[in-house]
């Protein structure tokens, strides 16, 4: 572990210090080379979807961007617990990398469905990213694959983290938090949090940030724990007039309890037990830990043209140890298996581009030439499998905690799978401004990535798959006046097929997914400002999906299809009163398959229609002085959460939650106490298969407190 660590940062300084060498000495600090324009809770410009600063209106797709300010006064403390209020984004499984975006669900594998910074990898998996140093959090919809690389169709998230400040700063911040809803105790599910940050000038040319944070997390499931460390510290060094290098390490530890969810016998959600089951044992526990390393380097030529390179390194293992959720033994008996799981995973991945904007005659272009890549290896060990436990049995309705049965403890060793995915792609992008009324974005990319897969104890064989694909993205874009763009767009992404997927014959599919995207809509910035909104119509079509045909064989026969339609808007009708709010409407469903019967049936954890709205107000004036008022609702209608099938499946309930809180802030400090889930609305979040559903969270209550310095 201390090699992999001394590794990735023995690779962040290197590049660092290179770049600073081949530098002059800064002669003024200046400021950031890219600046993001933030109004109240949204970001009206973005830096993930076209790869520079943009304002959001010359983008020919949605994007929504979400400020710290929102993040703080809804009191969420992991990037998922923001999911209720963006319009189209859903939570898909237990994982951070669990999430659907316009139907489309990613998993483990999709790397680049959460992005930091614009690079992929984690560095913890199983839990959702912090949002403590989160300076905010950005939403693209639609194919990615043109600059991004592997990925799905309905698009990603980016989480965009705090950067040194030149100016000195410092906070501390407590947070309490405890359930009284689902017949849940305020006292047993208690939890709190601890976070400090310190920001300023080291030097001239250096300026540094540190961010920390400890919590302790029961929640309200029976016998469960989440104990969590963060550390990140950063700086960032002038390293001449033109040259800007920031170096960032993350370190994330979480001992959290091993819980595989709910169960619904017979594929009906009536059959599930009191929210606060859990079938695990008291001890069974997933711990998880990561290393991170950022370093990116800008640097400006005196010719006109940007150069960035971005290097992002990852190392992070976890572990499942504990009776895990298998099958049901009658509708009142739940099968457990054991499971005794060590995992690593690693991420080194690059970007790099020049950037240049120049005139030729009437047109204006900014152009971008890139290339990136990297490798991403997992190495996956069974160090116990034992399915065939029939002492594990445990009561669904009324579970007894016995510990791990006697006759289960000898270790049934299984797979041990090392898999390495290599890839690599360049990228050429191009804004085109034609006069003042129309601009054109052109992008073209092309792609080739090899998979191999080893079973370390020969249970599987051993597997090869390597492809290449090209993807582009087209825009067009009129703008009538400065407060209407109206925008047409088509894009494409592609995904290499999943590891060990193979055809009757035995031979590897390696036929990449691949996914395109017709977008129209208009965005408006209207009421001097204060209103923006953006309303966009799609049509995402995925070809070569790989569907399981039983004995361990694979076909490609699948094709899926979501088209929709999405309103978002943030609105300040006075200087202290912020709105936010979105409406989608999305037909996500099998559109070819083998099984005749699959076909127009609706995707797992894909609702039709989802609907948020989220307002503050600050009373002004008065002994209430700098109170904030906040209240927020957010409707997801019923949905799937099973596979589709021939036959019954499981129909998680449609919910609708209301959250409402109080905040002062005067001076130097902050405080509040916001109602999560206020009329305890029992729902569940999301599920991956009938053992394995994720409940909603009851009624919480939440104080916090924060004081700068």
Known sequence: MKSKLLKMLGVALTAGTTAVAQQPASKDPGSELQEVVITGYRTVTTSSALKGNVDARDVPLTVSGYSDEFIKDIEVEDVDELYNYMTGVQRSGPTGYDISIRGFSSGG??????????????????????????????????????????????????????????????SVGARMEGFNGADANMGDTFGWTVNADATGAISDSVAYLLVAELSERPGFVNKSFDDSTFISPALTIKAGENTEVLIALEYRKEDVALYNGL???????????????????????????????????????ANGWNWRTAIRGVYHEDSAIGLENQAFRSATVLRRRVRDQFNIREYYFLDSNLSKDFESGAVTHHLLLGVNGGKETSDFERRNFNQVCNAADINILKPVYTGLPATCRTPVLDTWRYTSNDSKGIYLQDRVDIGERWKIVGALRWESFDITQEDRRRILANQTVSDEAITSMFGLIYQPSESWSIYASHATSFKAPATGAVSASGTPITEPEEGSQIEGGVKATLLEGRLNFTASIFDIEKENVVQAAGAGVSVLSGGEQSKGYEFEFDMHPVPNWNIIGGFSSINAEVARDRTVGLIGQRLRNAPETQASLYTRYTLEGGPLNGVGLTFGISHVSERFGTLPIVGTRLVLPSYTVVDAGLHYERDTWKAGLVFKNLLDEKYYESAITNIQITPGSPRSVVLSLEKKF
């Open 109 to 170: 594998a999709d790397r680049n469905s959460i992005l930091i910074d614009g690079m992929p990898g984690l560095t913890v998996r199983f839990g959702s990213p912090p949002t403590v140093n989160t300076e905010r959090v950005e939403v693209v919809k639609g194919p990615a694959s043109v600059l991004y690389g592997q990925a799905q169709p309905g698009g990603f998230v980016n989480i965009i983290t705090r950067k040194p400040s030149w100016t000195p700063s410092y």
């Open 263 to 301: 169960v619904a016998f017979n594929n009906d959600i009536n059959n599930v037990a009191d929210l606060k089951t859990r079938y695990q044992e008291p001890d069974d526990i997933q711990p998880e830990m990561g290393y991170s390393g950022n370093v990116t380097i800008d640097h400006s030529f």
